[in-house]
């Protein structure tokens, strides 16, 4: 990170930051707000040229890391918004970088970012491409695939597929061992959710036709708006 990121740091907070994200990755102490101003501030005066120089900045920065803070500041990047441009139009080389870094991610602040920024515009953008794709993901042993193939339509305001996100849940529901796993169950929920704000009797209907193969878990969080509603 640049030397103005690591100035303002505060190494005193770092283990309650640590703690609190259940990290086995360290932190440096830079308050999240701090750290998107600075990777804005050091964006403008180091602008990028194009796609492929994004890339270039953001797979070093994210497989150097030693403290989480420099993968936050490597998705701080990605989600800069003249840089979002870029990621539309280079498709085939970030998926790998997004795939790995879902992977060594491994844990819900990565995998909810990651999904809900660059992988929703790349679907919204490549529906062609990404739909085959999360749905095999859906599929994979690995939950974190699973999660991010859930959640990525929750920020759609365009171009939303009701059957995808069904196509991406089921897998995950009833014996699968995916379905006693808690980040699988929370996602689960939260997509519904998101889901039942524009469509609640279809998400009530959901959980009602598989109510004895979903976690308590996931029924909460997946009637949480509807319920409220409903009072």
């Not at 259940?22 to 964006?43: C, N």
């Not at 992977?103 to 062609?128: K, M, V």
């Not at 996100?165 to 519904?192: H, R």
């Not at 598989?210 to 708006?225: G, K, N």
């Amino acid at each position: 990170m640049s030397a103005a990121a690591l100035a303002a740091a505060v190494p005193a907070l770092a283990p309650a930051m640590q703690a609190c994200m259940k990290s086995a990755m360290p932190f440096h102490g830079i308050a999240a707000p701090l750290r998107r101003r600075l990777v804005g501030t050091a964006a403008l005066a180091h602008p990028l040229a194009d796609a492929q120089s994004l890339i270039d900045t953001v797979m070093p920065l994210w497989r150097g890391a030693t403290r989480r803070e420099e993968r936050y500041a490597a998705l701080d990047l990605l989600r800069l918004p003249r840089h979002q441009k870029w990621i539309d139009l280079a498709l085939l080389p970030l998926l790998p970088l997004l795939h790995e870094m879902l992977l060594s991610g491994a844990w819900w602040d990565h995998n909810d970012e990651i999904s809900g920024l660059a992988l929703g515009l790349l679907l919204q953008r490549h529906p062609d491409t990404m739909k085959p794709l999360l749905r095999g993901w859906a599929r994979s042993d690995n939950l974190w695939l699973r999660r991010a193939a859930m959640l990525c339509q929750r920020r759609l305001k365009q171009g939303f597929d009701a059957v995808l996100l069904y196509d991406c849940i089921l897998p995950s529901v009833g014996d699968s061992a995916m379905a006693k796993q808690f980040f699988i169950g929370k996602g689960m929920g939260w997509a519904l959710r998101e889901r039942s704000c524009a469509a609640p009797d279809e998400v009530r209907a959901f959980c009602a036709e598989y109510h004895a193969q979903l976690s308590p878990l996931t029924r909460r969080e997946a009637l949480r708006v509807v319920d409220k509603r409903a009072r």
